[in-house]
């Protein structure tokens, strides 16, 4: 498609926003003063919303956006605040100079619309009154002439042309497009950024300046990503001074998280420190020595985070990853009967997830403590024999993890967990891996107490890895599941708990001598 025929088309559908601003706004003012000021706010913030979308049209034409790109449409045409900012915003690109008060009047105003739009329009559990009398009518008649007003400039304007000498096109081309990236929308239209408007009192000069600064700071990133590749690698002391800073969010299903528990493991230890803004979520801020290289940060991390969440989820014998199944009973949000007009509904049973609330654990000193210890151990043996059975558990607590009603991994979870257990025997060597395995589980397990169900699981396990269809007699459930991962996790942690044991008894041996 040529030019002349590009330009005429996003003329057209630009001339149809009007229209449909101009309806929108006809049948606010037909509604005014009938009681129904939320509707008539509604519609005249719909209005102002086509007559922006119509801006965005008309810019995104003269700075030849990608048209095969939907990106740009889907987070900025569709977007209700970005629409309403272009509805104010965007006359002024290359036409005139407006002034600091105007500016000072626009600063927020399209948010504001949005959210007093929502908050009259629909009713909320927590609501006591009608919404629509939090708005009054003057309210409504306000917004109602201001999109009766953008109209009208709307309708009057010269239609900028792609070789107009006030457009520039790089430059626009480039603000339209960080407009519709989330993370540089904050940066564009934040504080900072708003005063230097106010600043300048002229959008276009704004633009240049924005662009500047995004460039600048590009630059800066590059040349710190250069200089880290060339950097030396640090020595002595030097090295471990922390460098990096890697935060994880992890949620927990078992366990309430108290920020008191937490204390003492922030006062002892420096490379990991720990924080909760949510009684189920576990704030993990993991630092990296200089000694790592910035190629390295990605998989250092990676592996703390996997070898700290690893030993978490052993030490309190409960459940903690980065996300946790939603969709868990039910595929659908409402279900209807139109017949009856009635809402029913229909789930699975048993619901896939266990009953960690009658339990009413919280993760505590004496947890995080254990947490350390295997942490440690995990660390040591990493790259050895004795790390085989902490990946076979790390897939189990994954596969947990993307257990809901779409995908069902219970089968895969158990059998990872029972794999976790027996290469745990084997390498440990209290298992040769061709005598009886339940006599050499039995033989460890006797020092701790009895345990219900031990030998139903083991039998289940051995049962899954001799079917060809990978399924024991026994219909597996999370139950099922959880009772192999507490076996699990009871014996990988006596491993840690002997090792680190010796390792320490070696070390106090040393000192004396």
Known sequence: MDEIKLFNKYKRVRSLCLKNAEDLIVSAKLIAGKNLQHIQYHLAA???????????????????????????????MENHIRKLYWAFWGPSFGKKVITKQEIEQLRGLATSIHLKRLSTL??????????????????????????????GMEKHKTTLKPDDPSVNKEELNWFLTANSDPEKFKLIFGKKSQEKLIELGNVRDWVHWVKEQFDQNDAEVKKII?????????????????????????????????????????????????????????????????????QGTWFVGWGMARAFVTALNIATKGFFW??????????????????????????????????????????????????????????????????????????GLSFLAKNDIHLRFELNAFAQFFQALKNAFRVSGDWDGKSDFRGAVHKQFSKLK????????????????????????????????FGMKLYADLYL??????????LKKDESSKAKT
């Open 322 to 395: 980065w996300h946790v199944p939603k969709d868990r009973s039910r595929f659908y949000e409402d279900m209807w009967d139109l017949e009856r007009n009635m809402r029913m509904g229909t789930e699975q049973r048993p619901e896939l997830t266990v009953n960690f609330k009658d339990l009413h654990w919280v993760l505590k000193d004496p947890d995080l403590g254990r947490t350390s210890m295997i942490f440690y151990y995990i660390t040591k043996v990493k790259d050895k024999k004795e790390g085989i059975p902490f990946n076979d558990y790390v897939i």
């Open 122 to 151: 629909y009713v909320k559990t927590s609501d006591l009154k009608q919404p629509k009398l939090l708005l009054t009518q003057q309210e409504a008649d306000q917004i109602t002439s201001l999109a009766e007003a953008r109209l």
């Open 226 to 294: 250069e200089e880290e590749y060339r950097r030396e690698k640090p020595q002595g002391k030097d090295a471990h001074k922390p460098k990096y800073k890697i935060r994880i969010r992890i949620n927990s299903e078992s366990h309430s998280i108290r920020n008191k528990e937490l204390k003492k493991w922030n006062e002892n230890i420096n490379f990991i420190k720990l924080y909760s803004d949510d009684k189920h979520d576990l704030i993990c801020d993991f630092f990296l020595p200089k000694a790592t290289h910035i």
């Open 46 to 76: 719909l209005a102002l919303e086509e007559i922006g979308k119509g801006e965005l049209i008309e810019m995104s034409f003269i700075a030849n956006v990608n048209q095969r790109d939907t990106t740009f449409e889907e987070t900025s």
């Open 493 to 502: 942690e006596m491993l840690a708990k002997k090792t680190v044991d010796s």
């Open 450 to 481: 009895d345990f219900v169900n031990l030998d139903e699981c083991l039998q289940w396990g051995e049962e899954q890895e001799l079917s060809p269809e990978k399924k024991p007699t026994k219909e597996i459930t999370l139950t099922e599941v």
